[in-house]
């Protein structure tokens, strides 16, 4: 299975992409985890970038198209991927097409989950981040007066440098003018599902799951 889930900051990309990855038995490929990662290890490049993550601009498609090729390229990803935060504009639509074919591969649908933006910022300003295992939670499904730990594996939860409330509207801003467009590429191709990111995360799972097993009837 090879699909790509998108939709805007906070829609449930990472909490759905897990689930599916996990049910399909193939990586969940995340970017934005990607280009953390290199911002935690200090890498020319995560030293690099780190304005542009924390401020909720696009890095280049050209180092991206480099990041996702290395990443694509190792053998857990040969039976598939969820693929999350990638594309994000039009170019890397395209680039992701080519980097496919050269594998002798192709995408098989992508998921586009829509919420709207005033219940975004909400979902974001409560998220917290396991930095250790990646899980990702709301302060709302946290035990009450617990110290803020994972509840997968016990380390200490963070919150993304990005999910300050200016920096969110700007991530949505960027998220219509730049990503929402790359969506045509795909409704032109007919691989484009869309479903409603408003329910609750198990609501829609049941119906991401759905539409991959209707559409391969
Ligand atoms: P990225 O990490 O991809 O962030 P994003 O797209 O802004 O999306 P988020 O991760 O914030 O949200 P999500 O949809 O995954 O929601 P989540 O499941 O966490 O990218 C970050 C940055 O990296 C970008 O701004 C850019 O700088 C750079 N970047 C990454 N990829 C790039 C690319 N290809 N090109 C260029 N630059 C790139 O859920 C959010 C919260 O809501 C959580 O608290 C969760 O518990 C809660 N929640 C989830 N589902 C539900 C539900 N159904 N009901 C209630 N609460 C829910
Ligand atoms: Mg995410």
Same mark, same amino acid.
């Given at each position: 299975?090879r699909?790509?889930?998108?939709?805007?900051?906070?829609?449930?990309?990472?909490?759905?992409?897990?689930?599916?990855?996990?049910?399909?038995?193939?990586?969940?490929?995340?970017?934005g985890?990607?280009?953390?990662q290199?911002?935690?290890?200090?890498?020319?490049?995560?030293?690099?970038?780190e304005h542009?993550?924390?401020s909720?601009?696009?890095?280049?498609?050209e180092?991206m198209?480099?990041? +996702?090729? &290395? =990443?694509?390229?190792?053998?857990? $990803?040969?039976?598939?991927?969820?693929? %999350?935060?990638? !594309?994000?504009?039009?170019?890397?639509?395209?680039?992701?097409?080519?980097?496919?074919a050269g594998?002798?591969?192709?995408?098989?649908w992508?998921?586009?989950i829509?919420?709207?933006?005033?219940?975004?910022v909400?979902? +974001?300003? &409560? =998220?917290?981040?396991?930095?250790? $295992?990646?899980?990702?939670?709301?302060? %709302?499904?946290l !035990?009450?007066?617990?110290?803020?730990?994972?509840?997968?594996?016990?380390?200490?939860?963070?919150?993304?440098?990005d999910?300050?409330?200016?920096?969110?509207?700007?991530?949505?801003?960027?998220?219509?003018?730049?990503?929402?467009?790359?969506?045509?590429?795909?409704?032109?191709q007919?691989?484009?599902?869309?479903? %409603?990111?408003?329910?609750?995360?198990?609501?829609?799972?049941?119906?991401?799951?759905?539409?991959v097993?209707?559409?391969?009837?």
């Amino acid at each position: 299975m090879r699909v790509v889930v998108m939709g805007p900051p906070g829609a449930g990309k990472g909490t759905q992409s897990t689930r599916l990855a996990k049910a399909w038995g193939v990586p969940h490929v995340s970017t934005g985890d990607l280009l953390r990662q290199a911002v935690r290890q200090g890498t020319n490049f995560g030293r690099r970038i780190e304005h542009l993550l924390n401020s909720g601009c696009l890095i280049s498609d050209e180092s991206m198209a480099e990041i +996702l090729k &290395g =990443r694509l390229g190792r053998t857990d $990803c040969r039976r598939g991927f969820v693929l %999350d935060g990638y !594309p994000r504009t039009e170019r890397q639509a395209q680039d992701l097409d080519e980097m496919l074919a050269g594998m002798g591969a192709s995408l098989d649908w992508t998921l586009l989950i829509e919420v709207a933006a005033e219940v975004l910022v909400q979902r +974001l300003s &409560g =998220r917290r981040l396991c930095p250790s $295992c990646q899980t990702i939670v709301h302060v %709302d499904q946290l !035990p009450p007066g617990d110290a803020e730990r994972c509840q997968n594996c016990g380390t200490m939860l963070v919150t993304r440098a990005d999910d300050e409330e200016s920096t969110v509207r700007r991530r949505l801003a960027v998220y219509e003018e730049q990503t929402r467009p790359a969506l045509e590429h795909y409704r032109r191709q007919g691989k484009l599902k869309v479903t %409603d990111g408003r329910s609750t995360p198990n609501q829609v799972y049941e119906r991401l799951v759905s539409i991959v097993q209707a559409a391969h009837r």
